[in-house]
């Protein structure tokens, strides 16, 4: 195994991974790795979501600008990669419901940044409540969108496809790597792994997930800010209820201000059926059990009380929403409640097997407020892509594109071959949408 890299990757995740898929299509002949801690890639959230592909709605377009355009061009490149691969991808589309007037303004809202961020009127449709009623008929609300241009596929596949396409492009993958220490030397990186074994990079980029802000730490970027990771939980449905709908649903989210949504009657691409995700806090980006949680209280308790994230905590609003999620945790009733409001028909008692849980980390900057976009810092030889959270993974491809584009624009990582074939795509035919 070579030692000596151009370029690392922190992180095989999706979003490590279409970065290493790109960076090794165009550049044959230099070095490039990705060191994941886990057996795989896509063990954490990327493995762990929703699974749909979302036509960018949700976002408002002046303060979600990036993750709006790569959701955007996210939706035509998974469906093409996904042929390619002959992988799952379903146009199954997406309801977001209102359920009294208050909602109904956000849904008049959500229609204008839609076709802000690109829509077009065949995509997206507002309905009143006898129309949906015609189409789904066991849904109860007030008014809803009618979201053609979104989809379901499997992001543990996509990834491990890429992974596998990178692989042949030459990139070396570390598995059962863990980033123990990183330390600046004259030509670049010394990266410890599992606290013995070295490496070394020139360029260093940090696509790490829920520790992506502490590797930002460890060399001097980022310092202001914080993250607070939240558990995003499911329960699988009964197959009993896998005909209830025709279409995953939405509600409009109680507290909109927050990085997060309410839980969802979703549709997976399997056709199985669940509920999900709350957002539960807890101390650890891997804090699916209490053993995680409690070992990480202490640190990630300090950590915040003495960052932006103390005046997070102490928000009446923020402390109402923790308690509500917290309670969903607690109370399989009380998750369940939270979807019946729009679907009546759906019974706890018949819900018996959890999902699987995944976990976000939100940034918070020093005036204790969410930040709403991907945060991009670095250094003359690091790159670090901070709180990359939902619609991350539908616009994994087309943000990955942009990242090794802005490394090559600005002299970071010069690239070989801008016009190479990526699959499908000619990788400056993607720069030249993005740029539209
Ligand atoms: C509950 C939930 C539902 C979601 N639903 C959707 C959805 O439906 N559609 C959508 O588009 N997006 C969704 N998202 C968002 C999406 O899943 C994420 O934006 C995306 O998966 C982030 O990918 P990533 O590669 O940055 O992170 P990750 O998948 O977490 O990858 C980071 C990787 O870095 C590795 N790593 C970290 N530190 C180290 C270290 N020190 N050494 C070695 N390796 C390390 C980790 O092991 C991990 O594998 C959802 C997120 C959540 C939490």
Redo the contacts with the bound molecule.
Sequence with gaps: MTKNFDILI????????SISYFLSSLNKSKSIGV????EN??????????????APYLYNPEKKKLFAKA?FHGYEMWEQYAKLKNLPFKKDGVIEVALDQKGIKVLEKYLKWAKQNGLEDSDIELMDKNEIKKIEPEIQCESALNVHRDGSAD?SKFTESLMDDSKNSGTQVLLN????EIKKEEQGWKIVLNYEKEVFTKFLIN??????MD?AHDVGLGEKLTDVH?R?EYWKAPTEYNSLTKTSIYSVPEFPDYPFLDPHWIIRVDDSCEI??NAVPVFS?YGYDKTENFKEFLPKMLEMLGSGARKAIFDKQFQELAMNEIQSSMSKSSMVERVRRFLPKIEPEKFTEKGT????SSVINENGKFEPDVILLNNESSYH?LN?????????LAFSAHVVDNLHQSGLFKSEDLNADCGPWKFSEIIEKLKE
């Design positions: 922190i992180g095989g995740g999706i979003l490590g991974t060191i994941e801690q886990s890639v896509a063990v954490h959230t990327s493995g762990r979501n929703t699974g749909k592909v979302h959701a992001y790597s863990k980033v123990t696509a790490a997930g829920g520790e992506a590797i939240f995003g999900g995700p980006p849980a995944g976990i976000r892509i990359y959270n939902s619609p991350g993974a539908t616009g994994a």
